[in-house]
């Protein structure tokens, strides 16, 4: 029998390679003191950024989440344009040019699309202020690095990275640009939703008293997959089916559940520091992934949060989240209850275009997300969450290797590993990668 890919040298080597050690995961503070009530203010949330000069984006990664996100940008305020495209494969470019100038009117010149590899050097290096970054995971830490560089204001989406060697690039690039007043915004949408934001201003105020707990999930249905097409050599099969490839997104708790993770860290105010998880394949059908997670997290005072997550057709869907105080509970979104089950607290949903109260929607956090940023950059206000999303790539990744091995698995291991996904060179053709499902027990023999 094969040995899986994910060896204890592959996480348990040397530290950080020169340039980026010495990076530790930031502090994430909610403004609660612990055992007293203390009024925390909610981030700003306008309904539209403010008009100001034109500002110019770039879009890296123009598939179905790229456009999206660069449809939310164009309607967040004012004088904003895209004016270059990016992809990996001319027919996304394509198909998001063709959407954008139907949807919105805005037609991205050719001499501004750039195809390949190096498409998002193109995009950086042309006339633009902002990147938006809606590449697969892998992706991630190369591209901002190089938008950092090149003074461009950046919104990525999650994860941030696949493996800890990008997610320490990634909290690099972050501290750099805190010293070039750049805003950076990462795509995790839960922190830009305002009934989840006030929900947790309840908390972090102390309605359910000191947190001892909780659970999260993100149960659903498989994802879209693609069959090998003979036109396509391994690695553009590969690109082109990303979500089924750890080395690409980082396997489904990374690259979807981090938005529960990156709940818990937030209403927490931490993040865990153990791992000790299991999982398995049941019914994927191409990838070298899990279909389903189950994972204790242990924080440092000693506290238990069980995470879940599946992607698995025709089984009972979840999206949720439950925290447990001492005082009572919350399901982060828009009620907090007593420890007897009354609920003591409820969010004002607005009224519905009839006006009937409580049935209408507040701003979609997609949409709010981009609000928020280009409300920062022509405030000059600048914001920079994307840390916050590293640590909770790490915790996730955390997870992984703990269901992947069948060890528990550290915080410290994790920012001390040299564990780098995918191949040495990326090049159409063959990719040099182990392509072997992690069996637990069998992935420390190395």
């Not at 470019?93 to 050719?110: F, Y």
């Not at 690259?255 to 818990?264: A, F, W």
Request: proline share 6%; glycine share 10%.
């Amino acid at each position: 029998m094969k040995e899986s890919s994910i060896t204890r040298r592959n996480f348990l080597g040397k530290t950080a390679t020169a340039g980026i050690a010495g990076i530790v995961a930031p502090s994430i503070i909610t403004g609660c003191t612990r055992g007293t009530e203390k009024r925390v203010e909610l981030p700003l949330m306008p309904d539209q950024a403010p008009d100001g000069q034109i500002l110019k984006a770039g879009l890296i990664g123009c598939g179905g989440r790229g456009t999206g996100a660069a449809i939310n940008f164009l309607e967040s305020g004012p004088n904003l344009q895209i004016v270059a495209l990016g992809d990996t494969f001319q027919d996304r470019i394509d198909n998001c040019r063709a959407t954008l100038l139907k949807s919105k009117g805005q037609e991205v010149p050719l001499e501004n699309c750039f195809v390949g590899f190096d498409a998002f050097e193109k995009v950086i290096d042309s006339d633009v202020d902002i990147i938006l970054d809606a590449t697969p995971p892998y992706f991630r830490p190369q591209i901002l690095a190089a938008a950092i560089q090149a003074r461009k204001h950046v919104f990525a989406e999650k994860p941030v990275a696949v493996d800890p060697v990008g997610v320490r690039s990634i909290m690099a690039s972050a501290q750099k640009a805190k010293g070039m007043d750049l805003c950076i915004m990462p795509g995790t949408h839960y922190r830009h939703q305002r009934d989840r934001a006030a929900n947790w201003q309840q908390v972090a105020q102390g309605a359910i008293g000191e947190i001892v707990g909780g659970n999260i999930y993100f149960n659903m249905q498989k994802l879209w997959h693609r069959d090998p097409n003979p036109a396509w050599s391994e690695m553009e099969y590969m690109i082109r089916n990303w979500v089924n490839w750890c080395w690409l997104s980082g396997d489904h708790i990374v690259e979807q559940h981090v938005h529960n993770i990156d709940l818990m860290n937030w209403f927490t105010g931490s993040h865990p520091v153990k791992a000790t998880g299991f999982g398995s394949r049941q019914r994927r059908v191409t990838g070298d992934q899990y279909d389903n997670f189950s994972v204790d997290f242990v924080f440092e005072n000693g506290m238990h949060f069980h995470s879940m997550c599946r992607q698995i057709d025709d089984c009972t869907p979840n999206v949720s989240d439950r925290i447990q105080g001492t005082k009572g509970s919350t399901d982060c979104t828009s009620a907090v209850f007593d420890t007897t089950g009354n609920k003591i607290w409820q969010y004002e949903y607005p009224p519905d275009k009839d006006g009937n109260p409580g049935k209408g929607v507040t701003v979609e956090p997609h949409f709010q997300e981009q609000i928020t940023f280009v409300t920062a950059i022509r405030n000059g206000k600048v914001i920079n969450e994307i840390e916050k999303t590293a640590v909770a790539t790490l915790v996730a990744i955390m997870g992984r290797v703990s269901a992947y091995t069948g060890k528990d698995v550290t915080y410290e291991e994790m920012m001390n590993s040299d564990m780098k996904l995918g191949p040495e060179v990326l090049t159409f053709g063959p990719v040099d990668i182990p392509k072997i499902v992690p069996i637990p027990g069998l992935a420390y023999a190395g």
